[in-house]
Nanobody, 125 residues
Framework: QVQLVESGGGLVQAGGSLRLSCTAS????????MGWFRQAPGKEREFVAG????????FYADSVKGRFTISRDNAKNTVYLQLNSLKPEDTAVYYC??????????????????WGQGTQVTVSS
């Protein structure tokens, strides 16, 4: 069992930045891939970014590429999402997710085994 707790969301003006954190407890954090997803009101949950177990490999949704950065610190059991140049369309609840897999990074939500409760990010224009 893995418990994931996100933090760092908030209200920010367009062009601003936030740093989200997701701290894991339970199963060994360092052996699995991690991902960030988001869900805006009335929309389906969508993939944002993924990182492999070591942090050496990452990939991003086209909508956030060049603006968001995912990283992890296995010693702290924490994965981060740095959000820069925020836009109103980035407004959503952001979720981190944990996978048992340490193989190929996945964008499909069904490939992840555990989820956090989410943290709200609101970007005003």
């Amino acid at each position: 069992q893995v418990q994931l707790v996100e933090s760092g969301g908030g209200l920010v003006q367009a062009g601003g930045s936030l740093r989200l954190s997701c701290t894991a407890s339970g199963r060994a954090f360092s052996v699995g891939n991690m991902g960030w997803f988001r869900q805006a009101p009335g929309k389906e949950r969508e993939f944002v970014a993924g990182i492999n177990w070591s942090g050496a490999n990452t990939f991003y949704a086209d909508s956030v590429k060049g603006r968001f950065t995912i990283s992890r610190d296995n010693a702290k059991n924490t994965v981060y999402l740095q959000l820069n140049s925020l836009k109103p369309e980035d407004t959503a609840v952001y979720y981190c997710a944990s996978s048992y897999s340490s193989g190929q990074l996945e964008a499909a939500a069904g490939k992840y085994d555990y989820w956090g409760q989410g943290t709200q990010v609101t970007v005003s224009s």
